[in-house]
Every structure is written in C-alpha cells, then in structure tokens.
C-alpha cells in the first residue's frame, strides 16, 4: 500500500540559530506573520540567507521601479505560472501599495483586463513573454520597454524581478508551498481617502 502523499514540513524553529529566529521575530513584528517562504527555506539557512538577500534588493532597494510595479510583476510572472502562493501574497500587496483591491484581484486573474499606464503594460508585457518564451526576448522588447520610459537598469530590474519570481514560483510548486492564511484577508477594502 502507497502512503498518502504529503506536503514538504517546515523545520522547527527551536533547530534555527539565534540569527534566524531573530530574523524571524523581526518579520512577525513588522508583518504580523513569519512568511512561510521563509519558513519553508529555513531548510538551509545559507539558502535563506541569499533568497531573503536578492528578494529584499530587488523588491525593496531603490530602483526606477516603484514598489508597486514590481509587485505587479510578480503576481503577473506568477499568474502564468499558477504559483497560488505567490498569487496570493504579492496579490495582497498589490492590493495594499495600490489601495485598489480590485487591481490587486485583476492583476491576479489578468493583468491585461486592468486599466494601467502603458508604462506598466509594457512592463508586464516584457515580464510575461520572459516568463512564457525567453528564447523569444530580442532587440525590439528591449525598444518597447525604452520607449515607454524605462533605463537600462529599469529593463534589468523588470528582468531580474521576472526572473526571480519565476525561479519563486517553481520551488512553491516543487515543494507545495502554502500562503499564511493571513494574506487571504489584507487589503480587501479600499483605501480611505
């Protein structure tokens, strides 16, 4: 008889080092929740260490990109790849950064049915077909992307988040990667004014 298969199991948190857990409780405070990303990476806290490293440089470090925009390119690399954690905690962000749940819910279903810049279509349009068909990336995508007001290090940043989020949505896949509950319910309302 087949055991029932399951889902790969968090370590303990009592087998992390004092670094780790004080990562960890500085999440819990910012956040309200360790994410289980991280949880699930704590595997190898080396690995933790450089996923968190290149997550936090690409998302949060200064860039052209604003916040906002490279949460929208993850949830639409995502949103290809069918990566429900990912579409559901950078679709909470998207609903936080824009105050607009129902952008947060439109880039999660399609980014093509929502009523963006056509700085952020290009955007996504370059994301998406990095995401679908890199072998088909040539000249005239980069074009596109400077003709709607993007550096050179605006493209390598779209690249860089498309990128990392594609390798994201993959190890959530290989390993069944659950969202925290808790980014079901943020950002649902709209923004007051």
């Not at 896949?173 to 943020?186: Q, T």
Request: charged fraction near 25%; aromatic fraction near 8%.
């Amino acid at each position: 008889m087949t055991k029932p298969v399951t889902a790969l199991h968090f370590p303990p948190l009592e087998a992390l080092s004092d670094e780790t857990r004080a990562y960890f409780d500085k999440c819990e405070e910012k956040l309200g929740l360790v994410p289980n990303v991280l949880r699930a990476y704590a595997f190898d806290e080396n690995k933790l260490r450089a996923f968190t490293q290149m997550y936090n440089d690409l998302m949060l470090s200064d860039s052209g990109l604003s916040k906002l925009e490279r949460e929208m390119i993850a949830v639409a690399v995502s949103s290809i790849n069918h990566c429900f954690y990912c579409l559901t905690a950078h679709g909470a962000a998207v609903r936080q950064l824009s105050g607009d749940p129902v952008l947060g819910e439109l880039m999660v279903m399609n980014y093509r049915a929502a009523k963006l810049e056509p700085r952020q279509k290009a955007m996504l349009d370059f994301a998406v077909k990095l995401t679908e068909s890199p072998a088909k990336i040539e000249e005239s995508d980069r074009r596109a992307l400077r003709e709607a007001g993007f550096s050179e290090h605006d493209i390598w940043d779209i690249a860089a988040v498309a990128s990392f989020f594609n390798m994201s949505n993959r190890m959530a896949a290989a390993v069944d990667m659950h969202p925290n509950e808790e980014y079901h319910g943020m950002a649902r309302e709209p923004a007051s004014d």
